[in-house]
């Protein structure tokens, strides 16, 4: 069969066709974050190969970051951002920032490109339908990062069987209503994981899992569970990189077939990493 292209970079092979049809009716966590948010005309790219996924029948659910944003509004209200092992510390006037951020200018931003592209889209944060409860990440007074102490996913597959795609921002409420910020990472393997998903993908700015940060060609393309322990261990993978891939063990151990970790600054990174089996990140399985 002969190849059809969409650019010059990537092509409609048999072997592309095949995958399509069997993940057609398949369901895809995507989380979306880190500096491939920043440039628009990447980020163009990455929703016009979303939608091209969800046109080819793939069920898709986003969920979105956007520190860099967050960071922006924080430094104009001369608020300091602070993290520790690569989450954020909340305080109150931070989780107020953060919660007009990721829910109202980005998520909506992202909904209007999809609608644009006649892929109907609604966007959620975890507030919505009781979609996640969170509670405190530690026993500080003021620090509002939260940790996912459950997911009803039920509105996510209302809004799925009906034909829509989800897109859903880190921010959630406790049992009496106070707003925490999330890991926007633990909040997609937690969907993932409670509504086990074919795959979760993880769509960031580092080419996937690196034996040396400084070379971008050691790239490791398939990993299990016990090799990402012992990167961890040996000190190979640290800072913003273990929540990802804390993220990718957690939602394989609760019944997710595969985890993916691509740079979304790639053109058509994401095509490559589910519809050839070459991929361009990394993949890692149980």
């Not at 000190?235 to 929540?243: F, Y």
Request: charged residues 20%; proline residues 2%.
């Amino acid at each position: 069969m002969s190849n059809s292209i969409i650019d010059d970079r990537f092509y409609f092979s048999s072997e592309t066709i095949s995958l399509i049809k069997n993940y057609s009716g398949a369901t895809f966590v995507i989380k979306y974050g880190g500096s491939a948010m920043k440039d628009e005309s990447i980020q163009s790219n990455i929703i016009q190969d979303i939608s091209l996924l969800s046109s080819l029948g793939i069920n898709i659910i986003l969920v979105h970051g956007g520190g860099y944003i967050i960071d922006h509004w924080l430094k104009k209200l001369n608020i300091t951002p602070v993290f520790q092992d690569g989450i954020r510390i909340t305080d109150y006037s931070t989780v107020e920032v953060v919660e007009m951020v990721l829910s109202a200018k980005v998520n909506k931003s992202l909904v209007s490109q999809f609608n644009k592209r006649n892929i109907l889209s609604v966007g959620l944060s975890g507030k919505d339908a009781n979609l996640i409860t969170a509670s405190p990440i530690s026993d500080m007074s003021e620090n509002y990062t939260g940790k996912v102490d459950n997911v009803n996913p039920f509105l996510l597959s209302t809004l799925l069987s009906n034909g829509f795609l989800p897109v859903v921002s880190s921010v959630a409420c406790d049992v009496e209503g106070k707003t925490y910020n999330l890991n926007a990472d633990t909040v997609a393997s937690s969907i993932a994981a409670s509504l086990s998903v074919d795959k979760y993908i993880l769509i960031t700015d580092t080419p996937g899992v690196l034996k040396d940060l400084k070379d971008s060609n050691s790239l490791m393309k398939n990993l299990t569970i016990t090799q990402v322990n012992q990167l961890k261990n040996d000190g190979t993978i640290s800072g913003g990189m273990i929540p990802k891939l804390d993220s990718c063990v957690y939602s394989l151990l609760n019944n997710v077939k595969e985890a993916h970790i691509i740079d979304g600054r790639l053109r058509h990174s994401l095509l490559h990493q589910t519809l050839t089996y070459a991929g361009r990140g990394s993949k890692i399985v149980k």
